[in-house]
């Protein structure tokens, strides 16, 4: 059984409901939740908040956040999930906020960063994924997903959910 057909079952073993709210992977991860056949039964609802305006309005996200940390840092993966299920009411809420390239990396930023947030009533959990810069946009956000749904099911794992 796959990672996603595991987080699914679990999901709904234990009728929890999960929502997503994604900025560089742009759905994908949504996408890829939907695609699991009955995933109407713990899919809450999920959210690209790809501009920091959407980030900042529909997350509450802090002007300060960004303007402190940038979108792509802990601080605003962290804020996002909160937002998102001070908005939603999810038992699992997840983020993502990254640069996926080719352009747009720093030094100290690079293409192929991304941070991930899995937030519960209870606890939270951020991650780092750094991939390789060279990678393809679409490769790149397909294995941020990919490292975001192991994580998941790790920190499902882990936590007894």
């Given at each position: ?34 695609d699991v056949s009955g995933s109407s039964a713990f899919v809450h609802l999920n959210l ?114």
């Amino acid at each position: 059984m796959d990672t996603l057909s595991k987080i699914a079952k679990f999901l709904i073993n234990n009728n929890l409901k999960i929502a997503t709210t994604e900025s560089c992977t742009g759905g994908l991860l949504s996408s890829k939740l939907t695609d699991v056949s009955g995933s109407s039964a713990f899919v809450h609802l999920n959210l690209v908040t790809y501009a920091n305006e959407a980030k900042i309005r529909i997350l509450g996200v802090t002007k300060n956040t960004l303007e402190k940390h940038g979108a792509v840092s802990e601080e605003c993966a962290f804020e996002m999930a909160q937002g998102l299920q001070k908005l939603t009411n999810a038992d699992i809420c997840v983020s993502t906020t990254g640069i996926a390239g080719p352009t747009g990396g720093t030094k100290e930023k690079p293409v192929g960063l991304m941070y991930s947030c899995i937030f519960t009533k209870n606890e939270y959990k951020i991650y780092k994924i750094l991939l390789n810069e060279k990678t393809p946009r679409i490769q790149m956000k397909e294995e941020f997903v990919k490292n975001v749904l192991e994580n998941l099911y790790n920190f499902l794992s882990e936590h007894g959910f």
